[in-house]
């Protein structure tokens, strides 16, 4: 995969699409940042380095968050600026949806589901970095 590509698939479009609206629908949901699950779907889907998807999460949420950070991503090459925009995109009628729901629940079951992602997510990750230090 050609890192900085211009010409998207419509199946990459779709995907990348997809990752932003449930990034945005978990965050007004229960309120994490994006990058839970953002970081996790551009490794597992996309195909991007861990230090790629960290980039380019912080690309879409550099406005509110972390200029500096990205710079020095982007310094070390570690940006997707295409991922990243149509990402925060969609993240954003994500969040819309996502704190619409939350607000109509229990505040307990909210907890629930954070606490359920955030267990599937640790544990994803911790076998893919244990998986790779194998190699």
């Known amino acids: ?17 997809a990752i932003g609206v449930l990034a945005g629908m978990i965050s007004g949901f229960i309120g994490v940042g994006g990058g839970i699950v953002i970081v996790p779907a551009l490794v597992y889907f996309m195909g991007l380095t861990q230090h790629q998807a960290q980039g380019t999460s912080l690309l879409l949420m550099l406005p509110p968050i972390g200029i500096l950070a990205v710079m020095n991503y982007q310094k070390a090459g570690n940006i997707n600026w295409w991922y990243g925009g149509i990402i925060a995109l969609a993240f954003i009628i994500g969040g819309y949806f996502g704190s619409k729901i939350s607000l109509k629940l229990h505040p307990g079951i909210v907890k629930l589901v954070f606490g359920i992602i955030m267990i599937y997510v640790s544990i994803k990750m911790i076998l893919s970095g244990y998986n790779s230090i194998k190699q």
């Open 1 to 17: 995969m050609n890192f900085n590509k211009m010409n998207l698939t419509l199946n990459e479009i779709l995907i990348l699409l």
